[in-house]
């Protein structure tokens, strides 16, 4: 089959185009014909090493697709279903490893970097991690690629860590990226009031389009400015999806007693954070690691209900097509996800 592997961490030279075998199937797995494959910031940091991926990998952890051929013990799912998946494999028999947090078990595997991923025509992966998208006739089956990395991580955020509760300001970072354009939506099916924050002009008069309530553009500093949109209070959440580059801005803006929810972070070096700011304000601040099954079966209601409006452009499994996208979000210039539909 054809697929674009990583021979080598580096620049975007270490993306090749290579025909390789078939994933041969053991108990517990499905064979995907993959529809849809997102490419997250996440693989970018992966293919320059910061992930300890193995070497060489297929890439790509958002996945949507047919399962085309069923290996022993599957339970639940058939030839010609739609699944989409959450994007590491937890072990379902480990006593330490919980519903509603398989995604901090020890020992999960992450798909494109410790396991093959979706850079490719076919996947395989178990049933467990697996969920039913809808009508075997769905028509954007690739939509629901990241529903899991992306919906499924932003109703974890906003729900089941920071409680958001209808009527609270949040303040959306890097609202034009993938997670950040979902984020301004997923907030305001939540009956929250969304603030978010660009460093674009013209990103910013795309943003309006998705129902924000103020999009900010910012050079270097947001958090006054923030501030004025919520009578000098600061809005009560923050869904962070910079991180270094955001983050003093970010808990300076933040209300008294608020909650700064860290999903992304784009520079992974160590960052200097003014500590102060988080003791006197009484701040918290949460990381989150993507999704669990219950908010990726969320995250796909959403996207079936029309609730939320995927926003994303196809690129052929190509490897220069994806050298490009990868070279996009590395520059911050995305707007949505790139999703390669082979
Ligand atoms: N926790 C999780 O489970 C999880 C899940 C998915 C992704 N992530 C992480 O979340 C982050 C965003 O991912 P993504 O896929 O949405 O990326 P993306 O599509 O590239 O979006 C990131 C956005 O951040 C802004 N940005 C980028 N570089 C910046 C810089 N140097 N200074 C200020 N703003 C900058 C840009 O928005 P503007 O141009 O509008 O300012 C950009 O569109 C990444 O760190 C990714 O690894 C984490
Ligand atoms: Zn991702």
């Given at each position: 089959?054809?697929?674009v592997i990583?021979?080598?961490?580096?620049?975007v030279?270490v993306?090749?185009?290579?025909?390789v075998?078939?994933?041969?199937?053991e108990?517990?797995?499905?064979?995907?014909k993959?529809?849809?494959?997102?490419?997250?910031?996440?693989?970018?940091?992966?293919?320059?090493?910061?992930?300890?991926?193995?070497i060489?990998?297929?890439?790509?952890?958002?996945?949507?697709?047919e399962?085309?051929?069923?290996g022993d013990?599957?339970?639940g799912?058939?030839?010609?279903d739609?699944?989409?998946?959450?994007?590491?494999?937890?072990?379902?028999?480990?006593?330490?490893?919980r519903?509603?947090?398989?995604?901090?078990?020890?020992?999960?595997?992450w798909?494109?970097?410790?396991?093959?991923?979706?850079?490719a025509?076919?996947?395989?992966?178990?049933?467990?991690?697996?969920?039913?998208i809808g009508?075997?006739?769905?028509?954007r089956?690739?939509?629901?690629?990241?529903?899991?990395?992306v919906?499924?991580?932003?109703?974890?955020?906003?729900?089941t860590?920071?409680?958001?509760?209808r009527?609270?300001?949040v303040l959306?970072?890097?609202a034009?990226?993938?997670?950040?354009?979902?984020?301004?939506?997923?907030?305001?099916?939540?009956?929250l009031?969304?603030?978010?924050?660009?460093?674009?002009?013209e990103?910013?008069?795309?943003?309006?389009?998705?129902?924000?309530?103020e999009?900010?553009?910012y050079?270097?500093?947001f958090?006054?400015?923030?501030?004025?949109?919520?009578?000098?209070?600061?809005?009560?959440?923050?869904?962070?999806?910079?991180?270094?580059?955001?983050?003093?801005?970010?808990?300076?803006?933040?209300?008294?007693?608020?909650r700064?929810?860290?999903?992304?972070?784009?520079?992974?070096?160590?960052?200097?954070?003014?500590?102060?700011?988080?003791?006197?304000?009484?701040?918290?601040?949460?990381?989150?690691l993507?999704?669990t099954?219950?908010?990726?079966?969320?995250?796909?209601?959403?996207?079936?209900?029309?609730?939320?409006k995927?926003?994303?452009k196809?690129?052929?499994?190509?490897?220069?097509?994806?050298?490009e996208?990868?070279?996009?979000?590395?520059?911050?210039?995305?707007?949505?996800?790139?999703?390669?539909?082979?």
């Amino acid at each position: 089959m054809r697929a674009v592997i990583m021979s080598r961490v580096g620049d975007v030279s270490v993306l090749e185009e290579r025909e390789v075998d078939y994933p041969r199937l053991e108990a517990g797995d499905v064979l995907i014909k993959v529809r849809g494959c997102g490419l997250c910031y996440r693989d970018t940091l992966a293919r320059r090493g910061y992930m300890r991926a193995k070497i060489p990998v297929i890439p790509g952890h958002e996945v949507s697709g047919e399962i085309v051929e069923v290996g022993d013990n599957v339970l639940g799912l058939s030839r010609g279903d739609l699944v989409s998946s959450l994007i590491y494999v937890y072990d379902p028999r480990s006593s330490e490893c919980r519903e509603d947090s398989e995604n901090i078990c020890r020992g999960n595997m992450w798909i494109g970097e410790d396991l093959d991923g979706c850079y490719a025509e076919y996947i395989k992966l178990p049933y467990w991690i697996l969920d039913k998208i809808g009508d075997p006739g769905e028509t954007r089956p690739e939509a629901y690629s990241f529903a899991a990395c992306v919906i499924g991580t932003i109703i974890r955020a906003l729900k089941t860590l920071g409680e958001a509760k209808r009527g609270e300001y949040v303040l959306v970072t890097g609202a034009s990226g993938g997670v950040g354009i979902h984020a301004v939506q997923v907030a305001k099916s939540l009956g929250l009031k969304v603030i978010a924050v660009t460093r674009s002009e013209e990103k910013a008069k795309l943003i309006k389009g998705y129902g924000v309530d103020e999009v900010i553009v910012y050079r270097d500093k947001f958090s006054e400015d923030v501030r004025k949109y919520t009578d000098g209070r600061g809005p009560d959440i923050v869904v962070e999806t910079v991180g270094g580059p955001t983050l003093d801005q970010s808990l300076r803006a933040v209300s008294r007693g608020g909650r700064v929810l860290v999903i992304g972070n784009v520079d992974p070096k160590p960052q200097q954070v003014m500590l102060g700011l988080i003791i006197l304000k009484e701040i918290r601040v949460l990381g989150v690691l993507n999704s669990t099954h219950r908010e990726l079966r969320e995250a796909i209601r959403l996207l079936r209900e029309g609730l939320i409006k995927p926003v994303y452009k196809t690129i052929p499994l190509d490897v220069n097509y994806i050298r490009e996208a990868h070279q996009i979000l590395e520059s911050g210039g995305a707007f949505g996800r790139f999703i390669i539909t082979p």
